[in-house]
C-alpha cells in the first residue's frame, strides 16, 4: 500500500476520508489504491490451509469489501487505522466463516479452518475457532499483546505494519515491544491451544 504513516495524507487516507464524506467514487479509488494489497496479506493469512479450507483469499477479500459499509462513517486519519480495522474484519470472517462450515458438517471436524501464519511459526498453524477463542481469553488479561496477534495472525501484518496499526488505535509501542509482545503471545497461545 503506497500510504505511509507520515504522509499528507496519503492516497489510502484521502480515499477513507471523501468516501467518508460522500464521494461514492472514492470507493473505488480505495479498492484501486488496496485490492492487491489486502489479497497478498489474504492469501499469506490463509497459505497452508491443507485443503481444508473453502474459502479462498479473493472470496475472503470480496468479503471484506461487502462490509466495508459498515465503516464509512469512521473518522478515518490513517493507512494504520485502515490496516487496524481490516484484520477486525478479516478475523470475523474468517471465523463466521469456520463457525458456518461446523454448523453444516457436525461431527467428523469438517469445519476446521486452518490457517498459517505469513511468518513461518509452526505453533500457530492451527484452527482458526480455536485461536479466536484463546484469544478472547487472552485479551481479558493481555489486550494490547491480543491486539499485535489480530493483526500479525488475522491481518496478515508486518511487525512494522503493526505498529503503525496500533498507534493509529491509541496504542503507543516499539518495535522490539511489539517483537516481545508477538513471541510471547505465541508461546501462551500454543500452550493454551495445545491443551485442548
Known amino acids: 500500500m503506497s500510504d505511509t504513516p507520515d504522509s499528507t495524507p496519503g ?3 484521502r480515499c477513507l476520508t471523501d468516501w467518508r464524506n460522500g464521494d461514492e467514487q472514492a470507493l473505488a479509488r480505495l479498492t484501486d489504491e ?13 497459505a497452508g490451509q491443507l485443503g481444508k479450507i473453502t474459502i479462498q483469499p479473493t472470496a ?3 468479503e471484506l469489501y461487502f462490509q466495508l459499509p459498515k465503516v464509512q462513517h469512521f ?5 494504520g487505522q485502515f490496516l487496524n480495522v ?4 478479516m478475523r470475523n470472517i474468517l471465523v463466521d466463516h469456520a463457525r458456518k462450515r461446523l454448523a453444516l458438517k457436525r461431527g467428523a471436524g469438517a469445519g476446521t479452518l486452518l490457517v498459517d501464519m505469513p511468518v513461518n511459526d ?3 498453524h492451527v484452527d482458526v475457532l480455536l485461536v479466536n477463542a484463546a484469544l478472547e481469553k487472552f485479551a481479558e ?13 488475522f491481518g496478515g501484518l508486518t511487525a512494522e505494519e503493526t505498529l503503525d496499526a496500533l498507534k ?8 522490539r515491544t511489539i517483537e516481545r509482545d508477538w513471541s510471547f503471545a505465541r508461546a501462551w497461545l500454543h500452550n493454551a491451544i495445545g491443551s485442548k
Request: overall charge positive.
Open 11 to 13: 492516497e489510502i487516507t
Open 34 to 46: 488496496v485490492y492487491r494489497e489486502l489479497r497478498r496479506r489474504a492469501g499469506s493469512v490463509m
Open 60 to 62: 475472503l477479500v470480496h
Open 75 to 79: 473518522d478515518w486519519q490513517s493507512r
Open 86 to 89: 481490516a484484520a477486525s474484519m
Open 122 to 124: 509452526p505453533a500457530l
Open 141 to 153: 488479561q493481555y489486550p494490547r499483546h491480543a491486539k499485535v496477534v489480530e493483526l500479525r495472525f
Open 168 to 175: 493509529a488505535a491509541g496504542i503507543e509501542s516499539s518495535q
